[in-house]
């Protein structure tokens, strides 16, 4: 041996086998089940659109990188997330080349230009979406395909001509609408109470929990985007804090205020499972470029989803504001962690 | 005290005290002084030392003498000993040990801890000793209460050494007012602040010492070396080291005589079996690397541990992913993050304000960082920055009142 060449550094002198690398493919594995999920659902254009995306993804990142004369680190798994996120994000009926242009945007706009990963203020993904609808607001909102063996809305809405075909966030809004609606007749109010029920029922929201419905490609399986978040959660990668209080928020808004015959009459269940909630609050609001450090920031983050969230949905333009929300609340990120500094040990006196 | 060419025996003082934070040295052999100079240390660079060759006699100084009037010893008496004795915390820190037994009036102290936590994982020294000098230990830590006129001690084990547990407990004499307790396995478990607060239940406020609570910490092997120099009369001459590590041949806690090279410890444990990498005097998350073996055992020399290449991680930093990882492992829950943010671009203002200088850089945050950034680092930088700063203010200030 060499007696004369030892290494000398700052302590620690382990660490803990752990990489970038190691967490965002953590990510990608939990994902897994809700690709396959799609691929089942809507068919192998699901899957094309996928891989598209990541794609996409990728080789933004790595002509950039090396546009900027940086260390290319596609291999690092964080624009693979963002690209199988982006098109989580999409409806299954879009043109191939929309989730190419999204996610070109999301490495490109949300996170290269920033300086890449860990720099980016936004959630890359959610920006490239929130692109997409305001680019293409049409596709974006109505290239819906019905769920192999379901319906689009996750019920039968044969003889009622209330609604049109559309996913049930759509479905739901429309019908608590046209019951608000003092010019409704008698006529519409009741088939809209009918679908009510329907929504409802238990049937429908075992569909919603399944995926047996319409919607963007990765969102609609509650049960295979929780195991996925269950791995997380064992990993020790994203803890309950955010997506807790995020989802405890809609739950508790959407059921004061979500009903149609006044206070305490919503359905909190469904409006849990249905659009983006458990796919954003698990996914996508726990990024944790883009979301606080400290614990109490977590829980205010969380709540400030939701509450934005319910706000979209029951009074706002859109079915669905889980993106927005996120968005929103990544912008409040550093101020949250500037005023929510946990208190030090031993810290004493006014509270930090 | 003493040149070349000198005679020396067992216990003689080689090195005197300068201040009140600072303790004799004594001979730890007996011979001859062959050299009186610079030489490295383990706390890096070169320190003044004594070199001593060995005449193999082991002849003792005549002012060690067993004590047979040790229980009728006052407070004063107990602390005085401790100081010309030479005795510092044994833990790895080294501060002197007479200091932590006189506090001021105003801070009465009501409880004395007895680290047997282990501060860090290699290290086996302080659950060697708890198994095989149990009752000496505990009579040093009676002396220590006894000392600083205090009914209640508490004997801190981690619950990952049952034997050490068991021993301990069978050796507590009774109505001492001394209990053993079984801690959870968490690191830093054996640091101060942490070990106060899980068993007296009292935080030490920031910036404050565990006097501020009425404790006294000591480490289990400080206790032995107490109980050593009141009632055997031995001064500071000896203490035990683990040397330990994969490349290690057979890894093995000694007791050496203070002074002994790394090196003939490192001979008496078999040598090296694999390439050695990183030599680290202290345990792996706050230890000090080293850059030769050539370096002597000292009062606070816990342990060696020697690394191989595949013990240690060199890659690169990445940035940060916030995480928040650090946050969760911080013992001070402090962000180390964003104080690392702030010492990298110098704010030290803004660091110090958010806890810098109460990092007691255990490394946890570095550890478990996925970015493999160096937090500890910076965290070192931003603290000596941190003096720099506070020096210059002191300096203004005392040129403004002059």
């Known amino acids: 041996m060499s007696e004369h060449h030892f290494i000398v550094s700052s302590s620690p002198h382990v660490r803990q086998n752990t990489s ?44 950039i990188q090396r546009a900027r004369g940086v260390p290319v680190t596609i291999g690092d798994g964080s624009a693979l997330v963002t690209g199988i996120l982006l098109a989580f994000n999409v409806p299954p009926g879009v043109p191939w080349w929309m ?36 680019s293409w607001p049409v596709q974006m909102t109505t290239a819906w395909i019905p769920s192999r063996g379901g319906t689009l809305s996750g019920i039968s809405l044969e003889g009622v001509d209330v609604v049109t075909q559309a996913t049930p966030l759509a479905v739901m809004r429309k019908v608590t609408e046209i019951i608000a609606d003092p010019n409704s007749t008698t006529h519409q109010i009741v088939q809209a109470r009918e679908v009510l029920a329907e929504l409802s029922s238990s049937e429908s929201i075992a569909n919603l929990f399944t995926g ?62 249905a659009g983006g909630l458990i796919l954003g609050a698990f996914y996508m609001a726990t990024d944790m470029v883009t979301s606080p450090v400290s614990p109490k920031g977590m829980i205010i ?46 810290e004493v006196g006014k509270s930090g | ?118 501060c860090e994982p ?95 910490v000591q480490n289990v092997g400080t206790a032995l070396a107490v109980y050593e120099a009141v009632v055997k009369g031995v001064p500071l001459i000896r203490r035990v080291v683990t040397i330990t590590g994969t490349p290690v041949e057979s890894p093995t806690n000694f007791m050496p005589r ?26 792996p998350m706050m230890g000090m690397t080293q850059f030769t073996t050539d370096v002597p055992v ?14 240690i991680d060199t890659r690169p930093p990445d940035p940060c992913i916030r995480c928040g990882h650090c946050v969760h492992a911080c013992p001070m829950k402090l962000l180390p993050t964003t104080i690392e943010k702030y010492v990298m671009v110098e704010d030290i203002e803004r660091a110090v304000e958010i806890g810098l200088n109460d990092c007691i850089e255990c490394g946890s945050c570095a550890y478990v960082c996925p970015s493999h950034r160096r937090l500890v680092h910076q965290f070192k930088f931003g603290k000596y920055l941190a003096w720099e700063l506070k020096k210059k203010a002191d300096a203004a200030e005392k040129e403004k009142s002059n």
């Open chain 1, 212 to 273: 047996q419905v319409g919607g963007c490609i990765g969102e609609t399986s509650a049960v295979l985007l929780l195991i996925g978040a269950s791995y997380l959660m064992f990993k020790h990668y994203i803890e309950w804090r955010i997506p807790g209080t995020y989802m405890a928020t809609v739950a508790v808004l959407t059921w004061v205020f979500g009903g149609p015959s006044g206070l305490f009459t919503g359905n909190a269940l469904f409006h849990i499972l």
């Open chain 2, 258 to 283: 203070i002074g002994t090279p790394v090196k003939s410890l490192v001979e008496q444990a078999g040598g090296f079996k694999d390439d050695v990498s990183k030599v680290v005097s202290g345990g």
């Open chain 2, 122 to 216: 290699w290290l086996t020294a302080d659950h060697r000793l708890m198994l095989e000098r149990p009752g000496e230990v505990l009579e040093g830590l009676r002396l220590i209460m006894r000392a600083l006129g205090c009914e209640r001690g508490f004997v801190g084990i981690e619950s990952n050494k049952p034997d050490a547990v068991a021993a301990m407990k069978a050796a507590v004499p009774q109505g001492a007012g001394i209990r053993v307790v079984m801690l959870q396995v968490k690191y830093p478990q054996g640091a101060e602040k942490q070990l106060i607060d899980a068993l007296a239940r009292r935080q030490v406020p920031a910036g404050g010492l565990p006097m501020d609570v009425g404790v006294v």
């Open chain 1, 99 to 134: 989730p190419v242009v999204g996610s070109v945007f999301a490495i490109a706009i949300g996170k290269q230009v920033f300086g890449g990963v860990g720099y980016n203020p936004l959630n890359p993904a959610l920006l490239g979406r929130a692109f997409l609808l305001a």
């Open chain 1, 301 to 346: 983050f969380g709540v400030g989803c939701g509450v934005l969230t319910s706000i979209i949905r029951l009074v706002g333009g859109y079915p669905e504001g889980v993106s927005y929300s996120i968005l929103l609340m990544n912008v409040a990120t550093p101020l949250i962690d500037r005023h929510t500094r946990p208190k030090k040990f031993g």
């Open chain 2, 1 to 118: 005290m003493v040149k070349v060419g000198d005679e020396v025996k067992v216990g003689s003082v080689i090195g005197e005290a300068s201040g009140f934070v600072s303790v004799p040295v004594h001979a730890s052999i007996s011979g001859k002084v062959t050299a009186v100079g610079r030489f490295p240390h383990p706390l890096g660079g070169e320190q003044q030392a004594v070199v001593i060759e060995g005449d193999g006699e082991d002849v003792w100084h005549e002012s060690v003498q067993p004590r047979a009037n040790a229980d009728s010893l006052t407070p004063k008496d107990i602390v005085d000993i401790v100081r010309d004795a030479g005795i510092v915390g044994l833990g790895g820190a080294a501060f002197p040990t007479h200091v932590k037994l006189s506090p001021p009036d105003s801070k009465p102290i009501d409880t004395v801890i007895l680290n047997g936590a282990e």
């Open chain 2, 298 to 311: 000292i009062k606070g020399t816990s342990g060696m541990l020697f690394l191989g290449p595949s013990d």
């Open chain 1, 20 to 63: 970038i690398q190691r967490v965002m493919f953590g990510v990608v594995i939990a994902l897994v089940p809700a690709v396959v999920g799609s691929v089942y659902f809507y068919g192998l254009r699901a899957l094309l659109l996928i891989l598209l995306s990541c794609l996409a993804a990728l080789i933004t990142e790595g002509l």
